[in-house]
């Protein structure tokens, strides 16, 4: 079985920075697009920023020049490095995956992270 665990979420002072992390873990052979969404109280989810499994990055226009999406393929983990923090970043960030399972080498499936909570005060 597949999971996708996130950390690394908290509180932080506008302006400051958090990097979160999401490790992917299970029976898998290969993982293909990664990416952070986050969903904030009343709105709908958004991509936050995608990364293929080649490194080629995505960013959301409103967090252009502050986030940075990475990840370490040997670690089956994805990071967001998030500098310049506003208030309305405030959100649960969910970390999302395409993976191919090595029970199903053909197919790929979508999974989600439980989600973790970043909280910017001003």
């Known amino acids: 079985q597949v999971q996708l665990v996130e950390s690394g979420g908290g509180l932080v002072q506008a302006g400051g920075s958090l990097r979160l992390s999401c490790a992917a873990s299970?029976?898998?052979?290969?993982?293909?697009?990664m990416g952070w969404y986050r969903q904030a109280s009343g709105n709908q989810r958004e991509l936050v920023a995608g990364?293929?499994?080649?490194?080629?990055?995505n960013y959301a226009d409103s967090v252009k020049g502050r986030f940075t999406i990475s990840r370490d393929n040997a670690k089956n983990t994805v990071y967001l490095q998030m500098n310049r923090l506003k208030p309305e970043d405030t959100a649960v960030y969910y970390c999302?995956?395409?993976?191919?399972?090595?029970?199903?080498?053909?197919?790929?499936?979508?999974?989600w992270g439980q989600g973790t909570q970043v909280t910017v005060s001003s």
């Open positions: 999302n995956a395409d993976i191919l399972p090595s029970t199903s080498r053909y197919y790929a499936y979508n999974y």
């Open positions: 299970g029976n898998i052979f290969r993982i293909n697009a």
């Open positions: 990364v293929t499994t080649g490194g080629s990055t």
